[in-house]
Structure formats: structure tokens, C-alpha cells
């Protein structure tokens, strides 16, 4: 019965020719080195194969890149998968260098396999295409810059450069039609040029091959081990540790998502390690030389390799070992010193690695507030709305011109000629205990520069706290305490949610105090008592909506009216007005974060 | 030197294991949407105010939410419709209300159940399931066939509870989804991810 199926297969199909062909040796018998084009293909199906499985969860736009990436790696196996296909892709870049240098030092080029030849040669720069095209795909900052830089450079191609650019990256910037089109090239066309290379190289091994028969008349002696199994389990195990080795880099490492694309966001663009031999190649080249290093060299390096055939039968025996092996002493060495240069120069340049931390902190904390759920219109926002990242930004950008933030610590920012307060912890319980001490009020950091460092409330806590009668002094500073957290309690901070809530007795005793004995209404509104006009209101003090109000405009009738000093209004027009020095978004993102609140 | 066999097997072991590193995780990862997630299966929800539900008169209500499709989290999408049906009249005694609130997803595929033109009874627009005002599937359907609904209405758990502040009384419901097409009403656990 099983043989009646095989016998209608083998009719139907004709397989039992391919089977019952007499075995292929290896003239110089199985060998280790032989290994490299086995372990060259199987990682390729492995590359495919994981390429397959990232398809099902990856999203090829701006807004869903990035969080269909961060969302595959938080799936079973996504990151793994994920580990494998980036690690598998520099794999695979390392074991065609190593096939290519493997067929030139044993002569597999010459007749009548120069085609052979051609294919694996053409397999390395089309593999360094196909990583420079999936690399963008995560919409990363890194990804984004890289492709930028590369499609310039093929711009930089005389005359029909920039127009194969614009078709690249579909119009003027990176952006949702440069991820469509890298996809398709990375998903659909390279794998089709390679798969044709791959049947090209396939025909030529099965048309060239060599069978014991074969092998007997050409005067070999002894008998020849036919190549399966004894090569294939060579190739197998050979590429069984490879694979080990890229799983487990996967495991250990996993693949790097760095932040979100933004145009905002610093940049500290470098090429994969496999192109910096490039990159610092085209260093030396300024100007118009620069295609001397991007397209002439390279292609040149190509085309030496393609005539390799030509090249060998015109020179002895001799002759050809020297220029084989020499050319890939040389080759091998100058590819090390040009990678590694720029790597070492990197390492030493301090401002590079201070931004490659800051790069890296940014990445951790897009992926920090990712966890919270990624907004539809995409993760490039996370960082934007985040009032941690923006803050310092905004407030060197407008406050900083007057105001500080140091922390205790005395790290912050401070501008050129600080002529305000110091903000940091503003609202908090240190700060305002700092305020109503008579030592610190006026110094720099609080009123010390501004108009009020001779201004009633200065006069104030000077004469009525710091001239008080040294026996009353221990029980006034013990009320004041208590005023302090009343107050501070208004602002509602995140900070102090516990012990704001701990100290409601004390809040309620300072309240008393700030209304009654202390008498700070006489001067400030404060809930209901007291009445606006002489000093900013102190309801809701530091609390996220008193604040935005107070910035907007401090010379509003609830705040400094016209004893204001110099501090501008940042949102006196009504509404999100462009009229206004901050935005309604950015007032609020520097408020959340003088406060805290991220 | 080794057997041919022998270094056949050794080939057959290194491809099955390389194979094997590769094609798991990539099954575990195809099979990844069947993990259920026990979170957020009820969504307690408070409906309608007990004073705004007319007596007999069935209201329907949008639950608004948010949620997640992937890898992006939508803020304010209608995760659900519900009828909400007050049985007895007003009393002095709002906690002891007699409210009836079904889900609007027909038991049979999950259309949206509306009213029907007289007012008098439910009905899904899909394949014509008829429900009377009790949730109860009738025994034919709209168009006079087998009733295709294979149960009745899928009741939801809710409350009369008194908001703290305002002091008014309100329906609170607890929102999930069942199962479509089986006599059984089994709850129908959210998707993994």
C-alpha cells in the first residue's frame, strides 16, 4: 500500500531522479571551514522565520511603530524573538564577511564557478542593505536619524540622486511613507533578490558539484566520504552553535528600543558598528571628495572582488596566493582599524558619552510611561506631554533667565544672572519655613534680588518674627511651624499626600493661626477671610490651578496687581492664545513639574 | 570514525533542536491573544440616576471607558450598551427600587438589541430575535420564524447605591460580557495581550 503511494508520487513528481543521483563529495573531503556557507543559509531561514513571526504584531507607521514594538516585547516570546532577529541580522552580516573571505583564500572562484562567486559576493552589501532598511522600523530616534543620514547619502548620488531620495522617503522628511516603503523593501523586495541570489548559488553548486565517480577519474586517491552526512552534520552542529550564541545574546541582551521618534528630542546619530568603517572612511574625504568614500571606494572594492576570477587566471599559481591572501590580510585589517577608531574616539569624547546618557535616559523613561498605556496618536507624545522631560526644558527656555532650581544637593539650573527665587521645592514645607525665616528672606533665594526684598512682607516676618522677645521666641516659632504646614497643605502636593494627611490637626490649628493670632489676613485673602488687594491671595497656594493662574499673570488683582516686579504675564490673553509667551500645554508642563506632579 | 547512521541521527538532533529554539517562541507568540486576563472583567460602573428612569420604560446607556486595542490605550470609547428598565414606582424608600438592567448584546451573535417599533418588546436588527420587556426571549422572532436568540436577555448585576456627595440615589451596575451562541450564560473573559 505505502509503496503503491510512492511509486504514484515518484511518477507523478519525479523525485526519485533527485534522490538516486550518485552522492556529492568534497574533493578536499568534509572539512570545519567548509561549514560556513551551511551555517550562512540556515541562518538565513532563521532570520526569515523570526522576520515572519515580528510581522504579526509589527505596525509600520509613526504613531504605531513604536508601541507595536514595545507592545511585541511585552508578548510571550516577542522579546526573545525579537532578540533573534537583531542579533541574527549582525550574525548574519559577520558569516558572509567570513563565507567571502573563506571562498577567496581557497580559490572556489575559479572556473567554472565564477557565478558562485558572484552570488555570495553580491549576498554581503545586499545583507547591509537590508539591515540599514530594518533598522528605522521601531520609529526610534536612533532609527529615524540613521535613515535620514543614509537616504542623504544616496542623494549625494550625482543626478539622479535626490530624486531617488524623495522616492525613498516619500517627499521631503522622514516620516509614515519612508516606513511604508522600508518595509516593503525589508519584508517583500530584498528577500526576493536574495532568495534569487540563493537559487542562482544553489544551481551553480548542484551544476558544478562533484560526485565520487567524478572525483575517481580526476585521480583523487582513496575513497571520498559523499557529503551527506558526513559535511551536513558539520554544517548542522556548526550552525547549531551559532544559533546558541545568538539565543543566548538574545536572552541576555535584548534588542535595544531607544525613544520614540521626535524632531524635539536631542540627537546622537551613528551608524551600526558594521558601517563605521564607513563612516570614518568618508571623514577623510571633504566635500565634493566625499563619493570618493561612499560610492567610489565600495564599488570599487566590489567590482576587485567580481574579477577575482579574471584576475586569477592572469597570474601563476604563486602569484594568486599572494594576492588572495593579501588581499584579505589587507582588507580584514584596514575594515578593524576604520570600526574601531571611531569607537575608541568615541569613547574618549566625554560630551558624546554625556549625550549618549541623556539618549538612554530618555529611552527608559519613554518606556517607563509606555507601561501606562501608549495614547493613539502615537509614543512620540509620551515624552512630549511628560512633564519630568519638559520641564527642565521649558523652564531654562523661560524662567531661568531670572529664576533658579537648585535642590539641596546644589544641582539644577541657574541662568547667568539670577534676579528671582529660587523654585525648587516651591510650596513645600522647607521652602515655605524658608520664606517666613527672617535669615533667609532676604537672600537670593527667595526676595534678596527682587523689589520686595524692602517690601512689607520682608518688614514683616523681620520684625515680628525676628525681633520677637527671645522668651516668646521658642513658642512663636512653634506656631509658625504650624502655619507653614497649614499652608503648605494647600498646595497639595504629591510629595506630601502622607504627611499632609497624617498632620490634619496641625493644618487645622495653622489655619486658625494664619486667620486669627498670627494674622497673616490682614494683609492676604486666605479661604474666607481676609480680602484681596494688599498681597496674593493664599487660597490654594502652590496648587496646580493657583499656580497656572499665578504665571499667567501675576499682576491679576488675586495676586502682586501693580507692586509686580518684573515678572512678565505668560498667558495674558484669554483662552490657549498665541499671543501668549507660553502655551496653555507648556504652562501646565512646567507647573507639573515645579510641582512634582509626573 | 563514526557510523553513517549514527551521524545521520546526530544531523536529525542538531536540525530538530535548532527548530525547535526557533519554532516555539514563535508559537508562543502567535498563540499570545489566548491568554486570558483576569483584570478589569467587571467594570462597575454607576449608570443613571435612580430619579431620571421612567417606571416600565426601558432606557438604553452608553458606558463610556477606556480601552486598550493592542498596543494603544483609547481614553474615552463606549465600551458597552445597557437597558435599564425601573419596575416600580417611586417610593420614600429609593434603596429598596425594583431596577432590571440587561446587556444589549443579543445572547445569539452580539448585535446591538434595540426597541422595537411598538415600544413592547426588544429587538435585535440582525436576525430579528424578539425579547419582551422582561428580557424574556420570545418564542418566535419579528418575522414569525424560531426565535434564533438561544437564551434570554444576559441580566447584569446593579445596585441602588446614594452618592456620598449629592446625596442622590443612583443605579450602579457591574458590566461584563457572556458568551454568544450557547444556551449557558458564561461570562466571556477578555482577551490576553
Redesign the interface.
Known amino acids: 500500500m505505502w509503496h503503491k503511494l510512492v511509486s504514484w508520487l515518484d511518477d507523478r513528481t519525479g523525485y526519485r531522479s533527485v534522490t538516486a543521483l550518485p552522492p556529492r563529495v568534497l574533493p578536499e573531503g568534509p572539512s570545519w571551514t567548509a561549514t560556513s556557507g551551511g551555517c550562512l543559509f540556515?541562518m538565513l531561514v532563521?532570520q526569515g522565520?523570526?522576520g515572519?513571526?515580528l510581522m504579526?504584531?509589527y505596525?509600520p507607521s509613526v504613531a504605531?511603530g513604536w508601541?507595536?514594538v514595545?507592545?511585541l516585547q511585552q508578548?510571550?516570546?516577542?522579546s526573545?524573538?525579537r532578540g533573534?532577529h537583531y542579533f541574527g541580522g549582525q550574525a548574519l552580516i559577520i558569516l558572509a564577511a567570513l563565507h567571502i573571505v573563506r571562498l577567496l583564500l581557497a580559490a572556489s572562484y575559479r572556473p567554472p564557478r565564477e557565478l558562485l562567486w558572484a552570488a555570495a559576493v553580491l549576498l554581503l552589501p545586499l545583507l547591509m542593505t537590508w539591515a540599514v532598511t530594518g533598522n528605522p522600523l521601531p520609529a526610534t530616534q536612533k532609527g529615524f536619524a540613521q535613515i535620514d543620514v543614509e537616504s542623504n547619502i544616496v542623494g549625494s548620488t550625482p543626478v539622479i540622486g535626490p530624486m531617488l531620495r524623495t522616492m525613498l522617503v516619500g517627499g521631503d522628511q522622514v516620516g509614515n511613507l519612508t516606513l511604508t516603503h522600508l518595509y516593503v523593501l525589508h519584508v517583500a523586495l530584498l528577500p526576493l533578490v536574495a532568495g534569487l541570489l540563493a537559487l542562482v548559488h544553489f544551481q551553480q553548486i548542484h551544476r558544478h558539484r562533484v560526485t565520487a565517480i567524478a572525483a575517481g577519474t580526476a585521480g583523487t586517491t582513496g575513497p571520498l566520504l559523499p557529503y551527506w552526512?558526513?559535511q551536513?552534520?558539520r554544517n548542522?552542529?556548526a550552525?547549531?552553535v551559532v544559533?546558541?550564541v545568538v539565543?543566548t545574546l538574545a536572552v541576555r541582551y535584548a534588542a535595544p528600543l531607544d525613544a520614540p521618534a521626535d524632531p524635539d528630542l536631542h540627537n546622537v546619530p551613528r551608524p551600526e558598528w558594521y558601517f563605521l568603517f564607513l563612516f570614518e572612511l568618508r571623514s577623510y574625504f571633504v566635500g565634493p571628495w566625499e563619493m570618493i568614500a561612499t560610492m567610489v571606494i565600495p564599488a570599487a572594492v566590489l567590482v576587485l572582488l567580481l574579477a577575482m576570477p579574471a584576475i586569477d587566471s592572469i597570474c601563476s599559481r604563486r602569484a594568486s596566493r599572494v594576492v588572495r591572501y593579501g588581499l584579505v590580510a589587507i582588507g580584514l585589517s584596514a575594515w578593524a582599524t576604520l570600526t574601531v577608531v571611531p569607537i575608541v574616539r568615541d569613547g574618549r569624547d566625554a560630551e558624546f558619552q554625556a549625550a549618549k546618557v541623556e539618549v538612554a535616559e530618555l529611552a527608559a523613561r519613554a518606556r517607563q510611561l509606555a507601561a501606562q498605556?501608549?495614547?493613539?496618536e502615537g509614543a512620540g507624545l509620551l515624552l512630549r506631554r511628560d512633564p519630568k522631560v519638559q520641564g527642565p526644558k521649558l523652564f531654562t527656555q523661560h524662567c531661568a533667565s531670572c529664576h533658579t532650581h537648585i535642590d539641596p544637593s546644589g544641582k539644577g539650573i541657574k541662568g547667568d544672572e539670577p534676579t528671582a527665587s529660587n523654585l525648587a521645592g516651591f510650596a513645600s514645607r522647607a521652602w515655605i519655613g524658608g520664606l517666613l525665616d527672617p535669615k533667609q528672606i532676604t537672600a537670593g533665594h527667595y526676595f534678596g534680588h527682587t523689589a520686595f526684598a524692602d517690601g512689607e512682607m520682608v518688614d514683616w516676618v523681620t520684625s515680628t518674627i525676628g525681633d520677637a522677645d527671645p522668651d516668646e521666641r521658642a513658642e512663636l516659632d512653634a506656631k509658625i511651624k504650624q502655619v507653614v504646614i497649614a499652608l503648605s497643605a494647600e498646595a497639595q502636593l504629591k510629595s506630601q499626600q502622607g504627611i499632609d494627611k497624617a498632620d490634619a490637626q496641625q493644618i487645622a490649628a495653622g489655619t486658625e493661626l494664619i486667620k486669627e493670632e498670627i494674622g497673616c489676613t490682614d494683609c492676604h485673602r486666605f479661604h474666607d477671610a481676609g480680602d484681596l488687594g494688599s498681597a496674593p491671595d493664599l487660597t490654594g497656594y502652590g496648587s496646580r490651578q493657583w499656580l497656572i493662574d499665578f504665571v499667567g499673570q501675576p499682576d491679576h488683582e488675586r495676586f502682586y496687581r501693580d507692586s509686580n516686579d518684573r515678572m512678565p504675564a505668560f498667558a495674558a490673553h484669554p483662552g490657549d492664545s498665541p499671543n501668549n509667551l507660553l502655551s496653555r500645554q507648556d504652562l501646565a508642563l512646567i507647573v507639573d513639574w515645579l510641582r512634582g506632579q509626573w | 570514525m563514526i557510523r553513517r547512521t549514527a551521524l545521520k541521527w546526530l544531523c536529525a538532533t542538531f536540525a530538530a533542536a535548532s527548530a525547535a529554539v526557533v519554532a516555539v517562541p514563535v508559537l508562543q507568540l502567535i498563540a499570545a491573544p489566548l491568554r486570558r486576563r483576569k483584570s478589569d472583567q467587571r467594570r462597575v460602573r454607576r449608570v443613571a440616576r435612580l430619579g431620571d428612569l421612567p417606571v416600565g420604560k426601558p432606557k438604553e446607556i452608553a458606558l463610556v471607558g477606556s480601552r486598550r486595542d493592542g498596543w494603544a490605550v483609547y481614553p474615552n470609547e463606549t465600551i458597552g450598551k445597557i437597558w435599564v428598565v425601573r419596575r416600580d414606582a417611586a417610593t420614600d424608600q429609593p434603596a429598596a427600587a425594583k431596577v432590571d438592567v440587561y446587556t444589549a448584546e443579543c445572547p445569539h451573535l452580539g448585535c446591538t438589541i434595540g426597541l422595537g417599533p411598538t415600544g413592547t418588546e426588544f429587538l435585535c436588527p440582525c436576525h430579528k430575535a424578539a425579547f419582551d420587556l422582561q428580557g424574556q426571549a420570545l418564542p418566535s422572532d419579528a418575522l414569525g420564524y424560531e426565535n434564533p436568540a438561544p437564551r434570554n436577555m444576559d441580566t447584569l448585576v446593579c445596585r441602588i447605591v446614594q452618592d456620598q456627595a449629592s446625596q442622590s440615589w443612583w443605579v450602579e451596575v457591574e458590566f461584563e460580557k457572556f458568551e454568544y451562541g450557547i444556551a449557558a450564560k458564561i461570562p466571556r473573559m477578555s482577551a490576553g495581550g
Do not use: D, E, N
Open positions: 540556515w532563521v522565520l523570526t515572519l513571526a504579526t504584531a505596525s504605531s508601541a507595536s514595545y507592545f508578548l510571550p516570546a516577542g526573545f524573538l533573534m552526512p558526513h551536513t552534520v548542522l552542529s550552525f547549531a544559533l546558541a539565543a498605556g501608549i495614547p493613539p
